[in-house]
Nanobody
Framework: QVQLVESGGGLVQAGGSLRLSCVASGRTFSSYVVGWFRQAPGKEREFVATISYSGGNTYYADSVKGRFTISRDNAKNTANLQMNSLKPEDTAIYHC????????????????????WGQGTQVTVSS
């Protein structure tokens, strides 16, 4: 079992930045793929970004590519999502998710692949 706790959300003006963190506890984080997903009111959950457990591979949704950066520090059991040039359409609850894998370069963009989820952190971008 691994527990995930997100932090770093808040209210920011369009064009601003936020840095989300996901801290894992319960098991070693280093063998887990991590993904970030978001869900806006009335909309389905949406993939944002994912990073392999080695940290060497990342993959982004087209809507955030070039603005968001996912990273991880396995020594600190933490994954981060740096969000720059935020837009009102980025407003959502952001969740981190994790799944173990034996493949150091594997990433997953499908939420169904993940079996551990955090409670989420609210990000609100005002225009």
């Amino acid at each position: 079992q691994v527990q995930l706790v997100e932090s770093g959300g808040g209210l920011v003006q369009a064009g601003g930045s936020l840095r989300l963190s996901c801290v894992a506890s319960g098991r070693t984080f280093s063998s887990y793929v991590v993904g970030w997903f978001r869900q806006a009111p009335g909309k389905e959950r949406e993939f944002v970004a994912t990073i392999s457990y080695s940290g060497g591979n990342t993959y982004y949704a087209d809507s955030v590519k070039g603005r968001f950066t996912i990273s991880r520090d396995n020594a600190k059991n933490t994954a981060n999502l740096q969000m720059n040039s935020l837009k009102p359409e980025d407003t959502a609850i952001y969740h981190c998710a994790a799944v173990t894998t034996i493949y150091p370069s594997r990433t997953y963009y499908d939420a169904r692949e993940y079996n551990y989820w955090g409670q989420g952190t609210q990000v609100t971008v005002s225009s």
